[in-house]
């Protein structure tokens, strides 16, 4: 490397690529959201599968969760399922009565990332000796031992039950390739194929000795995947560090971010294409390089001017790998991150596109085209703009705005999966499950480590969302169970809606709203709904956690993204987003009557044709926000006399349903649909009334409602 290149040219293109990248929106601020976000989400699933009395713990991984992506890259979601009634023991002292205990087994066939796990008897600390089902698997010693494919048979056996399709990635198993789901267990001490990565000598300060520490409590997993060249991979099950590794990622600074998306941006849009199916350098390689190098390169390296050097000693470093023929785990060093990926030959063919990439001095990112970092780049190097460039101010906006929309659509999500195991008991029953869960949300047995401070901090703040949406529930059960018997709504109904009022902009006070038009009070709902459309500006972006809103496919609305764009990594404002109304069955006599035919609105088998999705929500009353508000209007407005106010809100429910600007805000198009024909005939016009259930029939053929009006209209006219 001669001096020029290795001095002044550096530092001029290390500015330029830190322009380029912030562009697209890695940056300090977005990658705190992206984390932030996603670590909210890891703690609402947990409490929520705690809440169900299930013993699980959900960890978030990744691209998406470590904040190392851009839009271009169209990372997926890794999720981790850690089973925590399995108790996994290093020995047999460990043995645990009530729970499935797994004895892990250095077996000599093993590789030094992998292990059995030997199945011991449920009453005593002994071996079993007979297998119990088809996954265990005797060994030619007679040990029995568990197998790593039972998790496999049972996805795809789901997913075909519920007609829905299988992908499988290595261990990871998903019915979307945007998912990636991997089941696991917790060990209690890490192997030691680990020691010596606490006790080898550092050039560097990192790791700090305090991060060693909590690394070394954080512990890891086994999950289900053998050795790709064992034949008894069936019968492995390897170690997984992942809570290590991701707690090293959070510790990285911007810089170290940066550098890492130039190498997945590299080996996605060069290098792998190169390889062009001969072998495959995965985002792992290239992490496994950036711990290297933070760990080698002291810190006066890792600077602005300096991420060249930073990005061309880690190919480097990835170039000797491919030369030794060993590219070590960066925890378990003994492990080979090549086997499986890359063979000799193959890695020979990387080791010349390496050297491509070195020797012109990274002049291939000229040529990466996911977001447009070339461009980027050549814009940054002339002075009069040759593209339309994104505004880094709409990038980080767009970002923003897409991370909102998946945390609270999986919030909600989650509230439907607390709410739906109790959604065949009776309203009094419903009450009584509802107020368990308020008052006894088992946060203590979340068995968080004390390292993890974040999410400690992000389930007690979890606990009070779910909490709160679990009230308006209570509360529009209790009301309906005193409407339906002519019982005073007491003090505590009151205090259920008013805790609840602020889970959004509108669903909790709109089922305020249409409790009181059915309790026949007219004025404070009509009071209560002048507060909603107050509310509900332009910024506010409506959701739908029925399924029917995919917020890795539907961007969020411009004016909701600028208005959460603050500096700050929290994205999940409550006040900026509108929620679809949910009615459930124990809530039929706070809903006004022609919402009781959504839920029935299936005709002859039309249940069989419901997806797994819409099984959980297709007989509830489900309604967009904006158009029950108008609705509500509409009814209350009517019932007051005041004619003006009432066709006013006929005109607004019909905008916001035919209107072409506003139909990417609905969601439940049919239900809609429904309701303004239901206005059109107390306006004595059946005969438009009918064409608009024939035009949601249309849309909908099978569980809709509109089937059930259609027979009540033309009976009627007959």
């Not at 195991?421 to 009584?432: G, H, I, N």
Request: with cysteine; glycine share 4%; proline share 4%.
């Amino acid at each position: 490397m001669d001096l020029f290149m290795s001095g002044r040219f550096y530092d001029v293109m290390s500015l330029r690529l830190i322009a380029a990248l912030e562009d697209m929106g890695v940056t300090e601020l977005i990658v705190g959201r992206r984390r932030h976000m996603f670590l909210q989400n890891e703690s609402t699933v947990t409490v929520k599968l705690k809440l169900l009395g299930l013993s699980y713990m959900i960890y978030h991984f990744g691209s998406m969760t470590e904040g190392t992506t851009t839009p271009g890259m169209g990372s997926d979601i890794d999720t981790l399922w850690c089973d925590d009634d399995v108790n996994i023991m290093t020995g047999w002292p460990e043995w645990e009565r009530g729970r499935h205990n797994l004895l892990m087994v250095k077996h000599p066939t093993c590789s030094p990332q992998h292990y059995r796990l030997q199945e011991a008897l449920d009453d005593l600390p002994l071996p079993r000796t007979q297998p119990y089902d088809e996954y265990c698997v005797t060994d030619h010693d007679g040990k029995i031992y568990r197998s790593n494919t039972f998790i496999g048979h049972s996805w795809r056996k789901s997913n075909a039950d519920d007609n829905l399709p299988y992908f499988q990635a290595g261990p990871s198993h998903s019915s979307s390739p945007m998912y990636d789901f991997v089941y696991a267990f917790r060990c209690r001490k890490l192997p030691a194929e680990c020691d010596s990565w606490f006790t080898r000598p550092r050039p560097g300060n990192w790791p700090t000795a305090e991060m060693l520490q909590v690394a070394r409590e954080l512990g890891c997993f086994l999950i289900p995947d053998g050795h790709c060249d064992s034949e008894y991979s069936a019968m492995e099950w390897r170690v997984s560090p992942s809570l290590i590794e991701r707690h090293l990622m959070f510790s990285m600074g911007i810089i170290h971010i940066q550098c890492y998306v130039i190498l997945k941006l590299l080996k996605k849009d060069t290098i792998n294409p190169y390889l062009n199916g001969n072998g495959k350098l995965t985002s792992f390689h290239c992490k496994t390089t950036l711990f290297y190098a933070r760990e080698q390169l002291l810190p006066e390296m890792w600077t602005v001017d300096r991420l060249f050097d930073c990005i061309m000693y880690c190919l480097e470093l990835l170039r000797d790998w491919t030369i030794s023929g060993h590219c070590p785990h960066y925890i378990m060093d003994e492990v080979n991150l090549f086997d499986g990926k890359l063979n000799s030959e193959q890695r020979m063919r990387l080791h010349a596109i390496l050297t491509i990439i070195i020797d012109t001095h990274l002049a291939p990112l000229a040529l990466v085209e996911t977001d447009n970092l070339g461009v980027r780049l050549l814009h940054n190097v002339y002075t009069v703009a040759i593209w339309d460039m994104t505004p880094r101010r709409a990038m980080c906006q767009g970002i923003t705005g897409f991370l909102s929309v998946y945390g609270n659509v999986q919030q909600m999500t989650h509230v439907r999966g607390i709410v739906n195991v109790a959604v065949d008991r009776s309203p009094d029953e419903m009450c009584l499950y509802l107020h368990s869960l308020i008052t006894e949300l088992p946060l203590q047995q979340l068995n968080r480590h004390h390292s993890e401070q974040a999410l400690c901090r992000l389930d007690a703040v979890n606990k009070d969302i779910l909490v709160r949406h679990l009230q308006q529930h209570l509360a529009s059960t209790a009301a309906s169970i005193c409407l339906q018997h002519g019982i005073h709504i007491g003090s505590r109904i009151w205090a259920w809606y008013s805790a609840a009022i602020n889970s959004d902009v509108a669903s909790t006070r709109l089922k305020l709203a249409s409790m009181l038009y059915c309790k026949d009070d007219l004025q404070l709902a009509a009071d209560v709904l002048e507060d909603v459309e107050r509310r509900y500006d332009n910024t506010v972006q409506a959701m739908c956690a029925c399924g029917r809103l995919d917020p890795l496919v539907r961007k969020p609305r411009e004016a909701f993204a600028e208005a959460i764009n603050e500096e700050n990594i929290d994205v999940l404002s409550t006040n900026r987003v509108a929620y679809c109304v949910r009615f459930f069955p124990q809530e039929v006599f706070c809903v006004p009557p022609i919402l009781h035919y959504e839920m029935v609105r299936a005709v002859g088998d039309d249940i069989q044709h419901r997806s797994a999705n819409e099984r959980d929500w297709m007989n509830w009353a489900v309604v967009d926000s904006r158009t029950f508000m108008h609705y509500l209007q509409y009814l209350t407005f009517r019932g007051l006399g005041f004619r003006y106010r009432q066709v006013h809100a006929f005109n607004s429910l019909r905008a916001s349903i035919l209107d072409g600007h506003r139909q990417h805000q609905l969601f439940h198009p049919e239900t809609a649909l429904h309701l303004l024909a239901h206005c059109l005939e107390m306006e004595n016009q059946p005969d438009w009334a009918l064409r608009l259930y024939l035009k949601s029939q249309s849309i909908m053929p099978r569980n809709n409602a509109a089937n059930w009006h259609i027979r009540r209209l033309t009976s009627t006219v007959g």
